[in-house]
Every structure is written in structure tokens, then in C-alpha cells.
């Protein structure tokens, strides 16, 4: 039978052991650049894509929206980098990891923040809600098999509550 | 006297000497993942940060809309690494390049679509336009000066004309 996979708002110190928010927040980092008229929010993820002569690449996602309730059955992970997406403008969007694929998800509540996967944490591609919504991809380009996918034995039903 | 500087639509083929339009283009490598819920628009830009020690740094830009008539009177560039702005969603703003300091700059109107200067690429910074806009930037993180500066001996005035 399946849980309820309850949802949490999405925090720097919640997401903290799967990776990074990456969001203009003033506590990151930041300076005046262009002459005073733009502020860099600067070095907001930890990108880990050169490992086993890997690359950085560039990628977009257009991804439809998925319906709520929301069964959480399978996982996936990159073993050889991490994986970053962040919304092409105002989108909220489900983030589900967990610490191994035994262990109970967490369920984090994006609203327009992007997130940083770190190398191998176990995660769901993206939940998008409300509607088809853009997204940048940072992540490894390179030789190597970078996705492992595993079903779960425990289904989960994630839905805002 | 300041010389007009007509500004040209953004497309991949116009600026391809100075760098990559980073856009959901069908002409793009792409394909279905996530269960045929997303497609992917694969590696469309050329992530140049790993020169000398360097690795790629993830940033927010919170930019300020700037007049027009804009006088572009210096331009700057990286030598030790590509830079991408993609906008967080809608925005028109000017990019502002040229071949060399001496040669006539070119100016192109991106609306919505990302950029990537490959490394060296003299530009001037981002002017954006109508509002306080949010960019990401990639570009390279690490030692050694990455930022040179110069005063223009022909001032020009950028317009939308």
C-alpha cells in the first residue's frame, strides 16, 4: 500500500544533505558589478561535472505538468555529477530525494528557486505543477554510463497537504 | 561624436562569431526523457571554464533596466573562460559585441533566449531593458586575472530603431 509523502518548503538548511537552493538570497555571496546597476548572487552550487574527463554542459527542459495526488515509484541518480535546474521564471515544482532508495523520500516544494543535485543522490525527475515550464540544466557531458534508475518497493503519493 | 550602433535580432547564425544562443530551438539536439513528460534540448552552448585550474561557477545576475538612447563607450572580456546569461524568464535586453576594441561593435536584441560568450570575447555588459531582470550565469570560477577592461576611442549610441 502506499504512503503519503508529505511536502516540505524548499530550504538551503532542509536541502542541505542532497544539495543546493539555488536562489538570489542575501545571505549568498554577493557584490555590486556593471557599474552598481547589477548584483551577482555569486558561486551558488557546487557544479561537479569534470570527474572521468567529464564536461559541463548546457541544456534546457521543457517539462509538462504532472497531476496531483502524485505516485512516487521509481529513483534515479548520476553517479559521475551533479545536475542543477532552475526555472526559466515563476514555476513551482516538486524536488523528491532520498538518501538511499530503502530509506523514506523527502518531498521539497520549489517556488521559483532551482536546485543542485549533488553526484549521486538519489532522486525523482521533476514534478512541475500549475503548467509547461522551462528550465536550465547544468550537468555533466562525457563518456560513462551516468544514470542508474531503480524501482521502489515501497510506493509513496506525494501531494500538497 | 558618437556613432549610432543599430541593434540586429538575436539568431544563432548572426552570432555565432562571438559565442551561442542558448534557446529551446527544434533545430537543437533534442529528445523525450522523464517518461516522455519533458524533452530535452541538448548541450546548446559551449561551456569553456576548465582552462588552468578553472571549474564553472554557477551565479544569479539581479540586473537594472537601463535607458535608451545607451552609451556604449567601453567594453570588457574574459580570457580565461566562456560567460552565459540565460534570463529568468521574460526579458529583452541588448548584447553588445565586437571583434576587437577598434572594430564597430554589433548589437542584438535577445528576447527571452540566453547567451554565451566564448572566452575572450570582447562585450559590453548586459543592458537590459523594461525591467529589473534576473539572470543565471555560467562562467568559470578560479585563479588568474579574467577581466579585462576598455575605454572605447569611438563612443557609439545603441538605439531601438
Redesign the interface.
Known amino acids: 500500500m502506499s504512503k503519503l509523502l508529505r511536502v516540505e518548503a524548499l530550504t538551503p538548511a532542509g536541502f542541505a544533505p542532497f544539495g543546493d537552493v539555488?536562489?538570489?538570497d542575501a545571505a549568498a555571496t554577493h557584490c555590486a558589478?556593471?557599474?552598481g546597476?547589477?548584483?551577482?548572487?555569486?558561486?551558488?552550487?557546487r557544479?561537479d561535472?569534470?570527474g572521468e574527463s567529464g564536461?559541463?554542459?548546457?541544456?534546457?527542459?521543457?517539462?509538462?505538468p504532472?497531476d496531483l495526488p502524485f505516485r512516487v515509484a521509481m529513483l534515479e541518480r548520476h553517479p559521475l555529477g551533479s545536475q542543477?535546474f532552475?526555472?526559466?521564471?515563476?514555476a513551482r515544482y516538486a524536488v523528491v530525494v532520498a538518501a538511499d532508495p530503502a530509506a523514506p523520500p523527502r518531498a521539497f516544494l520549489a517556488q521559483?528557486q532551482?536546485i543542485?543535485y549533488r553526484r549521486g543522490v538519489w532522486h525523482h525527475?521533476?514534478i512541475v505543477l500549475d503548467r509547461i515550464t522551462?528550465f536550465?540544466?547544468?550537468d555533466r557531458?562525457g563518456t560513462g554510463e551516468n544514470c542508474d534508475e531503480v524501482s521502489l518497493a515501497q510506493e509513496w503519493v506525494l501531494d500538497l497537504t
Open positions: 539555488i536562489e538570489a558589478v556593471n557599474a546597476t547589477a548584483t551577482r548572487y555569486h558561486d551558488l552550487a557544479i561535472t569534470a564536461r559541463t554542459a548546457l541544456s534546457l527542459f521543457r517539462a509538462a504532472r542543477a532552475v526555472p526559466l521564471g515563476e521559483r532551482g543542485n525527475p521533476l522551462d536550465l540544466c547544468i557531458a
